[in-house]
């Protein structure tokens, strides 16, 4: 059974810092790419940051030199570490893998992350 389980999300003053964390199961992780996406309220989810299974990383102009994707096939878990946090980074973060043979698609719930004093 495939798990995506996304934490590390919560209140966060502007200019602070989070780490997120996706821990999966159920699928060969080193063989998938791993993307963070976001939503907010009335906007469309839109990709924050990529790694695929050969370590590649992109990233949305918006978040370049603030965040860094992180994969440990290990662990078989990915990380989003946030740096310089703004108000308009606030959203529900979510992390995809899509791979393998049939490229597959799964999905985590999402966790929440709000920026604001």
């Known amino acids: 059974q495939v798990q995506l389980v996304e934490s590390g999300g919560g209140l966060v003053q502007p200019g602070g810092s989070l780490r997120l964390s996706c821990a999966t199961s159920?699928?060969?992780?080193?063989?998938?790419?791993m993307t963070w996406y976001r939503q907010s309220p009335g906007k469309e989810r839109e990709l924050v940051a990529r790694?695929?299974?050969?370590?590649?990383?992109n990233y949305a102009d918006s978040v370049k030199g603030r965040f860094t994707i992180s994969r440990d096939n290990a662990k078989n878990t990915v990380y989003l570490q946030m740096n310089s946090l703004k108000p308009e980074d606030t959203a529900v973060y979510s992390c995809?893998?899509?791979?393998?043979?049939?490229?597959?698609?799964?999905w985590g719930q999402g966790t929440q992350v709000t920026v604001s004093s």
């Open positions: 995809n893998a899509r791979g393998g043979s049939f490229n597959w698609d799964y």
């Open positions: 159920g699928f060969t992780f080193s063989r998938f790419a």
């Open positions: 790694i695929t299974s050969s370590g590649t990383t």
